[in-house]
């Protein structure tokens, strides 16, 4: 803020300057030509004083946008002729808005980065990656102020280098047009007599050339990509969508609403990893673990005795009928009623209009890519004489694992490792970092960690794995190093829960391009490198969440059928992620510890879930909520709530931030009592509260006590 006004007692000193100093007047065309003879005999007779002084003049003109710049120009052509005039103001002209630039850049940049950051999203994204050709435009079209220009520009990431050459080419027509009426000073009467209306629509189509370029240029890349295959005369199918997973399945759907006639192929079961070996059976088995829990415990609820029985058995059959009973939501039959031909099979990408299925081959105007993803199998000598279990094939496991070695300590292998610890399974968990779920909230992770640890889970942490081998009692052994301590495990079974990697089987054709993670690249509108396939989902998403799955597959679907007329970026910015532990873990928007890595200026304020009504009668007081606001505003940078129903708790501030609501909103939002969701109104004002100083407060206290009279 200090910045700013410092800024603009500058712009009021020059403001004042031109009046106090008649700046307007002094520097005329009228002015100019009467001491035309007087200043050509000056600059005959010192020339290389003369153009020093003449361009250091114009550098200060420039920098401080001051009026009589276009006198400048014309007289450069008058004094110094075409060529050294335009050198001169060239090279002064672009000096002084890059000072001028820089100024603005340092006063107002940050600051105005810093308040209106959600707003400028879009504009810093297309600045980053088109911004060349944006100020190429404004400054080849002389209808946009120039110092207008210079203050704009800077409040943006644009590089300031880019910024200097880009002025330097794109102000230069003008200044030789300019600089060359001035070689003609006699013909001209004003500076409005130098551009007429055919020179000014040049100037414009002059300005938009960078565009048309730009649109030229991606043609002939699309042709050169597309210049192996050969297109069909007229397609089977508006879109074929690859796989039948949340994205596929939404891409399929979204397709058909639209009126388009889709394909989708799916090589295995329908509902993808999410339905059969993902979210689905997981929270199953997370919910009867939690029931056993809440049994443990039973004397804080109130009763003197309580027990049960189970067989692992009827645990794994119920996740099983949870699957069923969500399939036929899923289904082929489901899909088909709703427009969607639907095939099984692998699919094998024959051109960017042909797919090859069950040896034959039909064709499309798009194709969207699904595929999702698979395990992840890490490299770990002797894993090859393990029968290991994945995230995809620990569900045929039927029977409870005496000592169930997890390796990795990420979302999956946290719920999956409480999950059979509260079975009763003997459970390790072993990571390769210092702490597990390194990408949430420390407070957050230690949470879980404790939770873990009640739940006689063993977690080794700092863990460097060495080899997998068999030890004399024929055991498996997982030999490895704790904090640099060599260490052996023995155990009965054996989870992978490393991560997991795009499926690209069937692109091989194509030669997509992937990044360092095997991902396939895909634009703000999720096209890859042909304009016609799309792809969506695990695939290409670095965020391998099923809702932001179903959020890509709208987005595809739609640009694809609607392509080239109109298009909408794919937005990740407000993508809220959720990890099923007990306690959970909720969290949108950026974590304390970004917010510090990247100097971001916030504000941090916490309230814990022990002081919650519902959650105390609940006996779920474990957790908190952490609300990261920017500087001393009430706008939503970050949320992170840790509790029993987290994942439900977060959606108010995903809409909040989504739609640029600050605190204060929810805090004027009506609650319901006794309700969880009650946290988050606390939080908003117990950062309220925070805003109010310590004289404010005085002076309340003086204004209350001289109504009392006293």
């Known amino acids: 803020m200090k910045r700013i006004l410092i800024f603009l007692l500058i712009i009021a000193l020059i403001i004042i300057g031109v009046f106090v100093f008649d700046v307007q007047n002094l520097f005329t065309l009228s002015e100019f030509k009467q001491k035309q003879d007087q200043l050509q005999a000056a600059v005959a007779s010192h020339p290389f004083r003369s153009a020093a002084i003449f361009f250091f003049s114009y550098v200060v003109f420039a920098g401080l946008s001051l009026p009589g710049v276009i006198i400048f120009t014309l007289a450069a052509g008058a004094l110094f002729g075409l060529v ?75 590089k300031a280098f880019t910024y200097y050459w880009v002025s330097q080419l794109g102000m230069l027509p003008a200044t030789i047009l300019y600089v060359n009426a001035g070689v003609q000073i006699a013909k001209i009467s004003s500076p409005g007599d130098v551009v007429s209306f055919p020179i000014l629509l040049a100037f414009i189509l002059l300005g938009i050339f960078p565009f048309v370029a730009k649109w030229f240029a991606n043609f002939l890349k699309a042709r050169r990509v597309y210049s192996k295959f050969s297109k069909p005369e007229k397609f089977d199918y ?78 794994i059959e119920r996740v099983h009928s949870k699957i069923a009973t969500i399939a036929p939501k899923d289904s082929v039959e489901r899909y088909t009623e709703l427009g969607v031909d639907c095939e099984q099979g692998d699919a094998t990408i024959v051109s960017p209009w042909e797919v090859s299925i069950n040896n034959r081959q039909v064709t499309a105007k798009n194709i969207i890519i699904a595929t999702g993803a698979t395990p992840l199998i ?69 949470l879980v960690e404790q939770a873990l640890t009640l739940d006689h889970a063993t977690l080794c942490t700092n863990f460097e794995t060495v080899r997998i081998s068999k030890n004399d009692n024929n055991e498996f052994v997982m030999l490895g190093k704790h904090e640099n301590t060599p260490v052996q495990i023995a155990f009965s079974h054996l989870l992978l829960a490393t991560g997991r990697c795009p499926n690209l089987n069937g692109l091989q054709n194509l030669n997509l391009e992937t990044d360092e993670s095997g991902r396939l690249v895909v634009n703000e509108t999720l096209q890859t490198r042909f304009p016609n396939i799309y792809a969506c989902g695990d695939v290409t998403s670095p965020m391998q ?38 306690p959970e873990i909720a969290s949108v928007g950026i974590t304390e510890k970004q917010a510090l890595a990247h100097n971001v200026s916030h504000q941090i304020t916490t309230f814990p879930m022990d002081d919650i009504d519902r959650a105390i009668t609940d006996n779920a007081t474990d957790g908190f909520i952490k609300v990261i606001t920017a500087g001393n505003s009430d706008k939503i940078l970050g949320v992170c709530i840790v509790g029993e129903h987290a994942s439900e708790l977060i959606a108010e501030f995903v809409l909040a931030k989504t739609h640029k609501l600050g ?45 009392l009279g006293n």
């Not at 029977?399 to 059979?420: R, S, T, V, Y």
């Not at 932001?548 to 992620?577: E, G, M």
Request: hydrophobic letters at 40%.
């Open 84 to 158: 050294q005039g335009t050198i001169l103001v060239s090279f002064a002209s672009t000096i002084g808005a890059f000072l001028a630039f820089l100024v603005a850049r340092f006063f107002l940049h940050d600051s105005v980065q810093e308040k209106f950051s959600d707003r400028l999203t879009t504009v810093n994204r297309k600045i980053k990656s088109e911004g060349a050709f944006y100020l190429l435009f404004l400054r080849l079209v002389p209808v946009f102020p120039f110092f207008l220009v210079n203050i704009v520009i800077a409040l943006t990431p644009i």
């Open 238 to 315: 508006n879109t074929i969508v690859l796989g039948g997973g949340s994205a596929g399945l939404v891409a399929a759907y979204t397709t058909s609403t639209l009126q388009g006639k889709p394909l989708l192929i799916e090589r295995d079961k329908m509902g993808g990893d999410c339905l059969n070996t993902g979210c689905v059976p997981s929270k199953s088995i997370l919910r009867s673990s939690k029931f056993i829990a809440d049994m443990q415990r039973s004397k804080s609820f109130g009763m003197n005795k309580t027990s049960y029985e189970f067989e692992y058995e009827n645990i």
């Open 378 to 446: 890490p490299d770990v000598p002797g894993l090859d004489q393990v029968p290991y279990f994945t995230t995809d094939t620990i569900w045929s496991l039927e029977e409870l694992p005496q000592h169930l070695l997890i390796i990795g300590a990420g979302p999956i292998g946290c719920e999956l490792g409480q999950a059979f610890a509260r079975l009763g399974a003997r459970v390790t968990i072993v990571h390769r970092r210092n702490t597990i779920l390194p990408h949430e909230d420390e407070e957050a992770a230690k």
């Open 545 to 582: 969440y099923t809702h932001v799955a179903s959020h890509q597959a709208w987005y595809a679907a739609f640009n694809a059928l609607f392509r080239p007329l109109k298009a909408f970026r794919c937005n990740l910015d407000n993508i809220p992620r959720a990890i099923f532990t007990d």
């Open 663 to 707: 605190l204060n909103k929810i805090l004027q939002t009506v609650h319901i009592y006794p309700t969880r969701s009650e946290i988050n109104r606390m939080v908003a004002g117990k950062w309220r509260r925070e805003q109010i100083s310590t004289r404010t407060i005085q002076l309340l206290n003086k204004f209350q006590r001289w109504k």
